[in-house]
């Protein structure tokens, strides 16, 4: 079992950045992808992006390409995404995510059996 934490969400104005943490305890997760998810109010967990094992790799919804880098450094068993030009439509609830041993970065949240519990994010204009 692995456990995620998320951190560094928080307000923030439209144009700003935010650097968001996910770290990982229990099960080493260097050998394992994990993704972003965010969740806006009143809607369904959104895929954002997701990185695989060794961070060769990495897989962006069209939303946020060009604004948000997900990033891994294994030795510290963190995830980060860095957030650039926020925008309102950015405001949501945050989450990383663990896919179960040996499966790969998915881009829909049943592809995920771990979850963190999560850090909002509010953009304001």
């Known amino acids: 079992q692995v456990q995620l934490e998320e951190s560094g969400g928080g307000p923030v104005q439209a144009g700003d950045s935010l650097r968001l943490s996910c770290l990982s305890t229990g099960r080493s997760v260097s050998t394992s992808a994990l993704g972003w998810f965010r969740q806006p109010p009143g809607k369904e967990h959104e895929f954002i992006t997701a990185?695989?094992?060794?961070?060769?790799?990495?897989y962006y919804a069209d939303s946020v390409k060009g604004r948000f880098t997900i990033s891994r450094d294994n030795a510290k068993n963190t995830v980060l995404l860095q957030m650039n030009s926020l925008k309102p439509e950015d405001t949501a609830v945050y989450y990383c995510?663990?896919?179960?041993?040996?499966?790969?970065?998915?881009?829909?949240?049943?592809?995920?059996?771990?979850w963190g519990q999560g850090t909002q994010v509010t953009v304001s204009s």
């Open positions: 990185i695989n094992f060794n961070g060769e790799n990495t």
């Open positions: 995510a663990a896919p179960a041993p040996g499966r790969g970065p998915g881009r829909v949240a049943r592809d995920y059996d771990n």
